[in-house]
């Protein structure tokens, strides 16, 4: 990618929309995999009453809006601010109850495991049936659209393009994820987390734009330095929370 290129894919802007201030790519070809778009407001006249305890609206009980799913609360119901970075808010926007949990739940991912994928980490990587392995730092582009892969020669994968993931683990057999059929990789509780398995590698297949057929690459934790092992491991256990979050804004 040529840095004209890298400035325009990494370019933002600020726009207002109903639900509040949003700080969006320039280009839409260059937002992140992992965004969702805003719902449509369901429309007021649809909701004469609270969508989750059934309240009555009238000129005491006002009606709000979740910036999450666009259905219909009252404020009881609708309460909680809660950042969506998902939909690129500037600020936590109003939220219902079950919208407001899952926001919750996927902050770690933007507060802990993007930074990791962000910094990157080392591997051996086995390009489809080749013997011969090269050592290439793999992190994931600024605007979260590439793997970007460095070593003796620079390689870049669009991750909207991935459409499976494998990762190898030592403790359980290996996990295999199709990204529209997701499941579990590492178990309820990854090495990095507590658990007794270990992520040692990934396996990914994915599609090159003007070529046919899938293509291959297979990430190996180095066994040299303990610190990069470890650094290794944690970016595959990010990129285990990735793929699911991908998933599942493919879902919607």
């Not at 007021?44 to 709000?64: A, N, S, V």
């Not at 590698?201 to 990069?228: C, F, I, N």
């Not at 491991?233 to 804004?249: F, G, I, Q, R």
Request: hydrophobic share 30%.
């Amino acid at each position: 990618m040529s840095s004209e290129v890298a400035a325009r894919s990494d370019a933002k802007k600020l726009v207002r929309s109903p639900s509040g201030l949003r700080m969006v790519p320039e280009h839409r070809a260059f937002g992140s995999p992992f965004g969702l778009e805003e719902p449509q407001w369901v429309p007021d006249k649809e909701c004469p009453r609270c969508m989750q305890c059934d309240t009555k609206f009238d000129f005491l009980t006002r009606k709000h809006h979740c910036r999450r799913c666009g259905k219909c609360f009252c404020d009881k119901c609708c309460s909680q601010k809660v950042a969506l970075p998902r939909m690129c808010f500037v600020d936590p926007v109003r939220q219902c109850g079950p919208c407001a949990l899952v926001s919750h739940k996927e902050s770690e991912f933007y507060d802990k495991q993007l930074r990791v994928l962000l910094g990157g980490a080392t591997f051996l990587v086995t390009f489809g049936n080749s013997e011969k392995s090269e050592t290439m730092v793999c992190r994931l582009s600024n605007n979260q659209r590439y793997l970007l892969l460095d070593g003796d020669s620079r390689h870049e994968i669009d991750f909207a393009h991935v459409s499976t993931v494998q990762i190898l683990t030592e403790g359980f057999p290996p996990g295999e994820k199709d990204i529209h059929t997701y499941t579990s990789l590492l178990g309820s509780q990854p090495a990095s987390e507590g658990g007794n398995a270990r992520a040692t590698g990934m396996s990914l297949q994915y599609t090159v734009p003007g070529s046919e057929g899938m293509s291959q690459l297979k990430l190996t934790a180095g066994e040299d330095a303990h610190a990069s092992r470890r650094q290794a491991t944690a970016w595959l256990v990010a990129m285990h929370k990735a793929a699911k979050l991908l998933y599942e804004s493919r879902d919607q």
